[in-house]
């Protein structure tokens, strides 16, 4: 099966230069007893737009096509050589139909997008050899994409655990959690209610509209973010495979206070975990992208087996690994395989 080890060989690779790739966070656990039979390549936010509305948002940084095109290139070629062992994710957010400004409605401005970024959508949509056939969910600032027939992008999935005594992995955007969050409150009920959707079938389980509204209660349409623009990461490990700890950068969920901001949406994952449980689904990792900062958050079940929340960052923005590094433009994905989950930053172009 296809390991870390050949995932960040084609990583390094593609991005040769010092500093190229980096380890942002690593956690295994054969606790986690994840989905085995192939490696899972998650990426993040890109909240593509044309060039024209892009230079609209000067401060957002809309500058990750160069990266990404590295990046989906060298991933078609990984993946045609390892048939079957690979899938690829687009978590959301891929496009930002919030911020387009030709007021054309959402099929239109996403044809504008789409043009403007052809070759990037392509290597996404495509299978292999041309492109890595990604599965892509519809985030909120386009979640049109989960209506547009064209798209049908999913607003979540399972993957799903052939070993009963295994744990199942939930991918979603995780624009819910910010919901949720924003009546404390509500969390178990909300996070009930859409494990009771998922039970039943239903196929809106997000009431987008209701969300959209709520998260940006106050703001202007189409304007404020959601999520951080600026981030700091931990402290940068070398690429290394050869790593002494099981565990690195990874929070503790259970240390100091749960509020804390580095541990944001893990009490709402932690909830919806328990209520996804009770209707047949052991939902030990949950991969998110929505609030553009990369980390893992470790906690446990109630039966004592972990339950990790792997935020997948952003390929919008900047961040820095710590106070006296440089900033430099996002480039963050998570990966998975056997029972190991890893953030990855990719590329290392200082802010001009």
Not at 117 to 129: F, M, N, Q, R, V
Not at 172 to 179: A, K, N, P, T, Y
Not at 316 to 340: K, L, T
Request: proline share 4%; aromatic share 10%; hydrophobic share 40%.
């Amino acid at each position: 099966m296809l390991n870390h080890q050949k995932v960040l060989e084609t990583l390094k690779s593609a991005f040769p230069y010092d500093r190229g790739v980096s380890l942002v966070a690593r956690y295994a656990d054969s606790q986690l007893q994840l989905p085995g039979g192939r490696a899972h390549i998650f990426i993040g936010d890109c909240h593509m737009l044309n060039k024209q509305d892009a230079e609209a948002y000067p401060s957002y940084r809309f500058l990750q096509d160069r990266d990404l095109r590295t990046l989906l290139i060298g991933l078609t070629t990984l993946k045609k050589d390892s048939p079957g062992q690979l899938k690829i994710w687009h978590l959301g957010d891929l496009f930002d139909i919030w911020r387009a400004r030709g007021g054309l409605g959402p099929a239109t401005e996403v044809g504008r997008i789409t043009e403007a970024h052809s070759e990037i959508c392509d290597l996404l949509t495509y299978g292999a050899p041309n492109g890595v056939g990604a599965q892509i969910l519809a985030g909120n600032h386009d979640y049109e994409l989960y209506k547009l027939p064209e798209w049908q992008a999913a607003r979540y999935r399972i993957i799903e655990n052939e070993n009963p005594d295994g744990g199942d992995v939930l991918v979603l955007h995780g624009d819910i959690f910010e919901w949720i969050e924003r009546l404390p409150d509500k969390v178990q009920e909300r996070a009930v209610q859409f494990a009771t959707g998922h039970a039943a079938g239903k196929i809106d389980l997000f009431n987008e509209e209701a969300a959209v509204a709520e998260i940006n209660r106050g703001l202007k349409t189409g304007d404020a973010p959601i999520g951080k623009f600026q981030t700091n990461l931990s402290s940068e490990i070398s690429n290394t495979t050869d790593f002494q700890s099981a565990a690195i950068n990874v929070i503790n969920a259970a240390a100091g206070e749960e509020s804390a901001p580095n541990k944001l949406f893990f009490t709402a994952a932690f909830e919806l975990s328990k209520a996804m449980r009770e209707r047949g689904h052991d939902i030990r990792l949950m991969v998110i992208g929505h609030t553009h900062w990369a980390r893992i958050v470790r906690g446990k079940t109630f039966e004592g087996k972990p339950f990790v929340l792997m935020d997948c960052g952003a390929w919008i923005g900047y961040c820095r690994f710590g106070q006296n590094e440089p900033w430099i433009h996002n480039g963050q994905i998570g990966v998975i395989a056997d029972n190991e989950v890893r953030l990855y930053q990719i590329g290392w172009r200082p802010l001009s």
